[in-house]
């Protein structure tokens, strides 16, 4: 099956301020990074904050611009489209933000909010039938029709965040983006909206690119993982195998602090804490990115950029070390 969706050598780099003589570093927000998404798949990014990932789900979606490398979706290079390309490929591929306040504007109400992209696409003929189109988006979501009339911040954030879903699929996506989609509501709403995605994921044999920095939600909804860290994948593989045998030293640190509900003092995971801070994008270590905070970290390690070895079927790692994990 050919894949929906292929990254290759994706490259970000920002701008800093500078001297009046000299620019400043770049800041390397991005650098490298490859990985192909099938249709139906749902494919998890996970790391800690300014490890890249939002800013690999706004390049997909060309929000941003990328300083180098190649995304193709569906066959098309979506990084050399036209405008005209564009406007096609966005009715194809919608985010759903992390911020659901933020993301709707507040002086509409949800019937418009929804019913938006459905003008812009020319998706419903007259009023009745774009109305009725909202009515079955809010009830897939788990809202109803009595709410059409109503402004976001009349919702709960559950209830924004679903509408931010509504919205997206309004235009019968083939992929979506959603970018810490869960972080900023309540644990337990958390799960309802995470339930929610997958039940749509599934039903409607959705693409999904599932960005969090925590691996748990991201293992419970995701086939496979990809594990970032200053802008570079460090291991990527299915989730289950990737959280039951991690074989890099960063996967195996971040699932060290994921909490568990009922721990067995015998075989619960060792905490491992991190030395030193993250490195600064604009000046990352040489080699491997993660050596500076690595406990198994050898001479090595700063030598040349680590390539990607498979450990499993579908599981790849990017440590010279075979000996530790």
Known sequence: MNALLEVTDLVKHFRTPGTLFRPGPPLKAVDGVSFSVQPGEVLGLVGESGSGKSTIGNLILRLERPTAGRIVFDGQDITQASESALRAFRR?????FQDPFGSLDPRMTVEQIVAEALIIHRLARGRQERRQRVVELLEMVGLDAGQLARFPHQFSGGQRQRIGIARAMAVKPDLIIADEAVSALDVSIQAQIVNLLRDLQRRL???????????????YISDRVAVLYLGRIMEIGPARELVRRPKHPYTEALLSAVPEPD??????RRRIILQGDLPSPTAPPSGCVFRTRCRYAIRACGEAVPAFRQVAAGHASACIRTDIL
């Open 263 to 268: 721990p067995d003092p015998d075989r619960s």
């Open 92 to 96: 194809r591929a919608q985010p759903i």
């Open 205 to 219: 044999r959705l693409t999904m690119i599932f960005i969090s920095h925590d691996l748990a939600v991201v293992e």
